[in-house]
């Protein structure tokens, strides 16, 4: 298997565009989970899904962020405006139970 | 924040020496793991190791684990420079796994 497949792999965009990231999971996990990692806040949580349906998107800072996973094999992260401080590196994990997750290479966006 | 905290924050050691990073969590859990993050690339999974279970080896990897004190150690030996990384525990409460801020360790030759 290729793994967690993630795209694009670097992103420069500015204040106020969309960004949509996408993933595609290992297949036969039926667990996706979206991350943000900053050296300020560390690695955190976004959304993950079961099943193809939102579990807990509480991790999710603002309406300007939204997720979706329209079958088993492709997920989006959509920023919509984007800001500077949604600068980060943006990482899919998938997994067959909670536990053990197999991440993605990320996503570097720079929102200038 | 659930976050929880990794100590020490960097480490710098030679080749062949042991590197020990310590971990705390927050709440109760189902298990907790480590990961390994190289430079630019994805976490990758290293150990898992049960609530019930106290220690766990896997080749120079050994990990610890005390509930009464919400702590775990990560314990790898005889270091080699392609160690280098950093080292994230994560712990699972209901659902969710909630990393730790993690180690920077460098492994000279």
């Known amino acids: 298997d290729a793994g967690v497949i993630q795209s694009p792999r670097h992103e420069v965009t500015e204040m106020g565009q969309e960004v949509t990231l996408r993933c595609k999971p290992i297949?036969?996990?039926?667990?996706l989970f979206w991350y943000r990692q900053t050296m300020m806040r560390g690695l955190e949580l976004l959304i993950y899904?079961?099943?193809?349906?939102?579990?807990?998107d509480s991790g999710m800072p603002e309406d300007r962020f939204s997720a979706k996973m329209p079958n088993a094999s492709f997920s989006t992260l959509k920023i919509q405006p984007s800001e500077p401080r949604d600068s980060a590196v943006y990482f899919c994990?998938?997994?067959?139970?909670?536990?053990?997750?197999?991440f993605g290479p990320g996503t570097r966006l720079l929102v200038l | 924040s659930q976050q929880g905290e990794e100590d020490p924050q960097a480490l710098s050691i030679q080749e062949g020496e042991n590197a020990t990073m310590n971990c705390s969590y927050k709440?109760?859990?189902?298990?907790l793991q480590w990961y390994r993050q190289n430079s630019g690339r994805g976490l990758v999974h290293l150990i898992l190791?049960?609530?019930?279970?106290r220690e766990k080896h896997s080749g120079r990897l050994r990990v610890t684990l005390d509930t009464s004190k919400k702590s775990s150690s990560l314990l790898i030996t005889a270091s080699r420079a392609a160690d280098t990384a950093s080292y994230f525990c994560?712990?699972?409460?209901?659902?969710?796994?909630?990393f730790g801020t993690g180690t920077r360790l460098l492994v000279s030759p």
């Open positions: 994990a998938s997994s067959i139970l909670v536990e053990t997750q197999y």
């Open positions: 297949s036969g996990h039926d667990y």
């Open positions: 899904f079961n099943n193809n349906v939102p579990i807990d």
């Open positions: 709440t109760s859990i189902n298990n």
């Open positions: 190791i049960r609530s019930n279970e």
């Open positions: 994560a712990s699972l409460g209901f659902q969710k796994l909630v």
